[in-house]
């Protein structure tokens, strides 16, 4: 099992910046991809930001230029640096992790429990 540890989420007024880390552990034979999703209430959960092992990184439209994703191989880390906060970005953040247990095993996909991250006034 590959358990995901978030850290960093909390209050911030708009315009400010938050920055999000995300620590892979337990039975990791190879990271795939890490990234963060979220979900604000009564909508669907989305992604806002992933990024491969080789640095290959994808953001949602409303958050290009805004947020930065960063990892870590050596240490299965992911980071996701927030700056020019805005309301709507108020959500819980999940990390997610695919990846493989054991060599020659199919890639799954594991979550963390989710940090708050509110941007008010």
């Known amino acids: 099992q590959v358990q995901l540890v978030e850290s960093g989420g909390g209050l911030v007024q708009p315009g400010g910046s938050l920055r999000l880390s995300c620590a892979a552990s337990?039975?990791?034979?190879?990271?795939?991809?890490m990234g963060w999703y979220r979900q604000a209430p009564g909508k669907q959960r989305e992604l806002v930001a992933m990024?491969?092992?080789?640095?290959?990184?994808n953001y949602a439209d409303s958050v290009k230029g805004r947020f930065t994703i960063s990892n870590d191989n050596a240490k299965n880390t992911v980071t996701l640096q927030m700056n020019s906060l805005k309301p709507e970005d108020t959500a819980v953040y999940y990390c997610?992790?695919?990846?493989?247990?054991?060599?020659?095993?199919?890639?799954?996909?594991?979550w963390g429990q989710g940090t708050q991250v509110t941007v008010s006034s």
């Open positions: 990024i491969s092992t080789g640095g290959n990184a």
């Open positions: 997610y992790a695919m990846a493989t247990r054991f060599a020659g095993t199919a890639p799954q996909g594991s």
């Open positions: 337990g039975s990791i034979y190879s990271i795939i991809v």
